[in-house]
């Protein structure tokens, strides 16, 4: 157990449906982060989130909506997304925002299949 | 640009072995200098973080080095087991200190 939570852990969806991926951490930590792991790339960071407030968007399309209503929630909205969108969507949660000098504490991942 | 390489892409060793894991950096201008370990199907844990104004840091069985200059960071495994076959990737922060960049991993396999 990590304390930090993702929903749901698999999700199918085709091309023109609307879903989004749930993540909560239970740690009191401030600062919320988005990752992509696609297979055979890098993870790569996404959005970042300090105190409910957007501060990297690492040039994400825009059918990715983050949306951060508190510091211990974050969502992604997905919508009319691509077959290469396929991949594992990870959360993380740190301390501060300075999340190269915390530790990240991250979720076990939703693994998202676009058809 | 900052590009971070580990290589090898995988390794298997037999139970008992002490081993190295690399990780490369392109430029020098870092933060600090993270190691994770990610099993599969699971999200990463921390293992060890080294500052830019550290050469290492150590917990338990495992050792990591960080060489700035030459862009180089090392973690060392002392008697391998079973259980630490994963995949063990690096990252640095970069241009911001959330900003973080990460490798491509290790996948790492220990033979009984």
């Known amino acids: 157990e990590t304390g930090v939570t993702q929903t749901p852990r698999h999700l199918v969806m085709g091309m023109t449906n609307k879903k989004s991926l749930k993540c909560e951490q239970h740690?009191?930590?401030?600062?919320m982060y988005w990752y992509k792991q696609s297979a055979k790339k890098p993870l790569e960071l996404m959005f970042v989130?300090?105190?409910?407030?957007?501060?990297e968007n690492n040039s994400v399309p825009s059918r990715f909506s983050p949306e951060c209503p508190n510091s211990s929630h974050l969502f992604l909205h997905l919508h009319t997304l691509q077959p290469e969108d396929s991949a594992l969507y990870l959360c993380?949660?740190?301390?501060?925002?300075?999340?190269?000098?915390?530790?990240?504490?991250f979720g076990d991942g939703t693994r998202l299949s676009i058809l | 640009k900052q590009e971070v390489t580990q290589i090898p892409a995988a390794l298997s060793v037999p139970e008992g072995e002490n081993l190295v894991l690399n990780c490369s950096f392109t430029?020098?201008?870092?933060?600090?200098l993270q190691w994770f370990r990610q099993d599969p199907g699971k999200g990463l844990t921390s293992l060890l973080l080294?500052?830019?104004?550290?050469r290492e840091q150590t917990s338990g069985r495992l050792n990591a080095s960080l060489d700035k200059s030459s862009g180089r960071s090392t973690l060392y495994i002392a008697a391998s087991q079973p259980g630490d076959s994963a995949t063990y990737l690096c990252?640095?922060?970069?241009?911001?200190?959330?900003?973080?960049?990460f490798g491509s991993g290790t996948r790492l396999s220990i033979r009984p």
């Open positions: 989130y300090n105190f409910k407030e957007q501060t």
């Open positions: 430029d020098s201008a870092i933060y600090n």
């Open positions: 740690l009191g930590h401030n600062a």
């Open positions: 990252a640095v922060p970069y241009s911001s200190a959330s900003k973080i960049i």
């Open positions: 080294i500052q830019s104004s550290q």
């Open positions: 993380a949660s740190s301390q501060g925002s300075d999340g190269g000098n915390q530790p990240q504490h």
